[in-house]
C-alpha cells in the first residue's frame, strides 16, 4: 500500500493530536507551526473526562494524567462565598468516569510533542496558501518550500488562513462575546479543591488548582473590545475586592507576568468543514467562547474521530463522514457556551437573583444527565 502524507497547519492541542491520530491511522503527517516556541505560552486550561478519553484513544493521556492537578469536583458559589451548586469528586468519578484536570496550556503541547517521531513537527514555519490540483494539495510555505500532500488539515485557530481559503470567512466573522478574559496562574496552594465558578453581578471568577502549589484562575466582566488590554490591573482587579476567600488572594499572589488577557470571540457554525482534501479540525473548525471549558477537548475529540475516519475510508468519503460525526456535538456546544457566556455578563440585580435560582433549584437528575452528555466521548 502507497504511503499517505498530510500536512497539518498549527501545532497547537488539535494539530498535534491530529498528527497522533494520522500516524496511528497509517499515514505519514508533517506539522507546520508558525511560533518558533509553541509551548511558550503561560496560560492554562482544563480538560474534561471526553478529553481524556479522547488523549487515552491517542495513548498520550498518561503524560497528560502525569502534569496536570485533578479538581476535586465543581462547584459553582455567589460572590459571597455561598455554594449555589456542587458535584462532589466522587459523584464526577461514578457519574462521568473521572474528574476535570487543569494543566499549563504549555504541559499538554510538550505530552503531546513528546510522542510523535522527532521530525514530525517543524517550527517557525508558517502556510501562506495551498492549491488542489488531480487529487493533491501543494502548500506554499512561510521558508519558500512547499508540500505536495494527500491531505491538507487546517488546525491553525481561531484565525485560521487555511479557513479563510476554504471557506472564504476570514477573520472579520469573528463574533466578539462582550467580553475579554483574564487568566493567571498564582503562588497559591489550594490543596485539595473542586473546580470553581464565582458568578457575581456583571462578573465572574474561575478558579482550578494546578501542580507545585499553584492555581489556576481566570476572571471575566463585559467590557468593549481591545479595553481588556488599556483597563489597569488595579481597575478590573478591584470588581473582586470583598469576594469570597480565596478570590482575593489568589489575584493578590499572582505576578504581572503571569497574567494573560484575551478578547473572546466564537463564530456562528457553519455547514461544512472540508471541501476535497481540505479538513478543518479544533478552533480552525469550530471556535467556542470558553464558557464550558470545551475548547481543547472538543479539538482532542476531532482528532480521534478524523483518524479513525481515515483509517477506515479513502479521503473522500472520510472527510463528510467525519464532519457529520463531529458537527452537531461540538456546534451544539458552541452555542451552549455563547448562551452561558451571556447569562454570566448579567449585571441587573433581578437577573442575577433569576440566575441563583435557576442554578439552585436545577433539578439534580437532568442537570447530571447533561453533564454526563458532554463529559462523555463515545
Ligand atoms: C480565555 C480562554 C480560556 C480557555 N479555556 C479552556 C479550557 O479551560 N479548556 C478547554 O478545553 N479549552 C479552553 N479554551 C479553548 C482553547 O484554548 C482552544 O479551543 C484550543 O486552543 C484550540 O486548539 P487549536 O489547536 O485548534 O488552536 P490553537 O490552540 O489556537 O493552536 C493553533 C496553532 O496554529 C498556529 N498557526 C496559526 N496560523 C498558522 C499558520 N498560517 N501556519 C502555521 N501555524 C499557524 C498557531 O501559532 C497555534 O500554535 C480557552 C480559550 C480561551 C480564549
Not at 494520522?22 to 507546520?32: K, P, Q, Y
Request: glycine share 12%; net charge positive; proline share 7%.
Amino acid at each position: 500500500m502507497t504511503t499517505r502524507r498530510a500536512l497539518i497547519v498549527g501545532g497547537g492541542p488539535a494539530g498535534l493530536a491530529t498528527a497522533l491520530a494520522l500516524r496511528d491511522a497509517g499515514w505519514t503527517a508533517e506539522v507546520v507551526e508558525r511560533s518558533v516556541d509553541p509551548s511558550a505560552s503561560g496560560v492554562a486550561l482544563t480538560l474534561w473526562p471526553n478529553a481524556l478519553a479522547a488523549l487515552a484513544a491517542l495513548r498520550a493521556d498518561k503524560p497528560v494524567r502525569e502534569a496536570g492537578c485533578p479538581a476535586e469536583g465543581n462547584q459553582i458559589r455567589a460572590a459571597d462565598g455561598r455554594v449555589l451548586d456542587d458535584v462532589p469528586g466522587p459523584v464526577m468519578a461514578e457519574r462521568f468516569g473521572g474528574r476535570g484536570l487543569a494543566l499549563l496550556r504549555a504541559d499538554l503541547v510538550a505530552a503531546l510533542r513528546d510522542q510523535l517521531s522527532p521530525g514530525t513537527l517543524r517550527t517557525g514555519v508558517r502556510c501562506v496558501g495551498w492549491t488542489e490540483t488531480g487529487g493533491r494539495v501543494r502548500v506554499d510555505l512561510s521558508d519558500g518550500g512547499t508540500a505536495t500532500v494527500d491531505l491538507l488539515v487546517g488546525a491553525d485557530g481561531i484565525r485560521s488562513a487555511v479557513r479563510r481559503q476554504l471557506l472564504g470567512d476570514g477573520p472579520d466573522r469573528l463574533r466578539y462575546a462582550g467580553y475579554p478574559v483574564w487568566r493567571g496562574v498564582a503562588r497559591h496552594d489550594l490543596g485539595v479543591a473542586p473546580g470553581l465558578l464565582t458568578m457575581g453581578r456583571a462578573a465572574q471568577f474561575g478558579l482550578f488548582p494546578l501542580t507545585g502549589g499553584r492555581a489556576y484562575w481566570f476572571a471575566t466582566m463585559p467590557m468593549r473590545r481591545g479595553w481588556g488590554e488599556r483597563v489597569p490591573r488595579r481597575v478590573w482587579s478591584a470588581r473582586f475586592d470583598g469576594w469570597h476567600d480565596p478570590v482575593p488572594r489568589v489575584l493578590a499572589a499572582t505576578p504581572d507576568e503571569d497574567i494573560v488577557v484575551t478578547d473572546i470571540y466564537d463564530r456562528a457554525p457553519v455547514p461544512r468543514w472540508s471541501a476535497g482534501r481540505v479538513v478543518l479540525v479544533g478552533d480552525a473548525a469550530h471556535p467556542s467562547t470558553p464558557n464550558l471549558g470545551q475548547g481543547t477537548c472538543q479539538a482532542l475529540e476531532d482528532a480521534v474521530v478524523l483518524g479513525r475516519c481515515l483509517r477506515e475510508h479513502p479521503v473522500e468519503q472520510a472527510l463528510p463522514r467525519y464532519e457529520a460525526a463531529r458537527r452537531r456535538r461540538a456546534d451544539g456546544l458552541t452555542r451552549q457556551a455563547r448562551m452561558l457566556g451571556r447569562v454570566g455578563t448579567w449585571g441587573n440585580p433581578a437577573a442575577c437573583w433569576l440566575r441563583e435560582q435557576m442554578i439552585r433549584r436545577a433539578p439534580a437528575g437532568p442537570r447530571l444527565r447533561q453533564m454526563a452528555e458532554m463529559f462523555a466521548f463515545e
